[in-house]
């Protein structure tokens, strides 16, 4: 009689990151300001994160907020770096589905290399190993060391909080919707965007940042709110304005002491969540 041969269970995408979300002992990923938009006395306000809308590329942004999370220790030798085998990247990075592991392993490749492209990281394989090194730069791509923010400095930061991963979230939101998740990220609670100066202040388009909106809206991360103010120059006298708020657990730290709101959400199902300007 043959005997029968079991098939060896291999960890999912979803276990690995849990596996190093948990190994960074913390709850969230810290990320500067300055990755999402330049200060204000820069002529172009618009930073790392519009390379990545511009250039459509969900799977390299997703790798990156992950290597924010899961690198979690600065050694003398390589700063702040996490080193993975091949495959284990590849499984976090999420590019084994319907690929061989040698495809898979050469997708992780071509993402650092747009990720170093971009100044946010170096990476190396160490001699001798199938280990891939990847260590982190400033976010603001000026190929600075990489130091924590709030660490011995006061940088502006935003923090993304692993529950981001740990739902599955971020494999449902798409490139809009979650550029405007780190962009509400780093406003205060109940704040207010003209989508029509995204260009100006972000570097995308009115119609990315709605996109991103409604999808934020029809997953239950943010809130719209709707209000009025005087507009003298309106034929009305009156202005119709969006005010966001993200919702637990991505809500600002200044909205939890914030008084409840007397304005209206807008309904957040399906294609009730109108954004005007």
């Known amino acids: ?36 938009q330049k200060k ?29 999370a899961v690198t979690s220790a600065e050694t003398a030798e390589s700063g702040w770096s996490t080193t993975l085998p091949g495959g284990v990247w590849a499984r976090a990075f999420g590019t084994t589905e319907h690929a061989s592991p040698a495809s898979a392993r050469t997708a992780v490749t071509k993402v650092l290399k747009r990720l ?11 001699k001798g190993t199938w280990d891939i090194q990847v260590t982190l730069l400033r976010e603001d791509g000026s190929l600075d060391p990489y130091t924590r923010p709030g660490n011995q400095n006061r940088d502006a930061y935003l923090k993304i909080p692993f529950e981001l991963w740990r739902t599955g979230l971020i494999d449902q939101l798409g490139l809009p919707a ?3 998740l780190l962009t509400a990220s780093s406003e205060p609670a109940f704040f207010e965007l003209p989508t029509e100066r995204m260009k100006e202040w972000y570097g995308w388009s009115p119609d990315t940042a709605e996109r991103g909106f409604r999808q934020l809206a029809k997953e ?13 120059l309106s034929p009305t006298g ?4 969006n005010r966001y708020v993200l919702l637990d657990p991505f809500i600002a730290r200044s909205a939890q002491k914030k008084a409840p709101s007397t304005e209206s959400p807008v309904a957040t199902t399906g294609d009730a969540q109108a954004l005007g300007h």
């Open 220 to 232: 239950g991360v943010l809130q719209v709110h709707k209000t009025y103010i005087a507009a003298p």
């Open 1 to 36: 009689m043959k005997q029968q041969t079991s098939q060896k269970p291999v960890a999912s995408p979803a276990e690995t990151r849990e596996a190093l979300l948990k190994r960074a002992a913390r709850d969230f990923a810290p990320i500067r300001r300055a990755f999402v």
């Open 238 to 241: 009156t202005a119709e304005v």
């Open 178 to 180: 979650l550029a405007m």
């Open 116 to 126: 170093e492209d971009r100044r946010l990281i170096t990476y190396e394989r160490p």
């Open 40 to 68: 204000r006395d820069e002529a172009h306000r618009s930073s790392r994160l519009a390379e990545f809308v511009t250039n459509g590329d969900v799977r390299g942004l997703r790798a990156y907020l992950f290597i924010v």
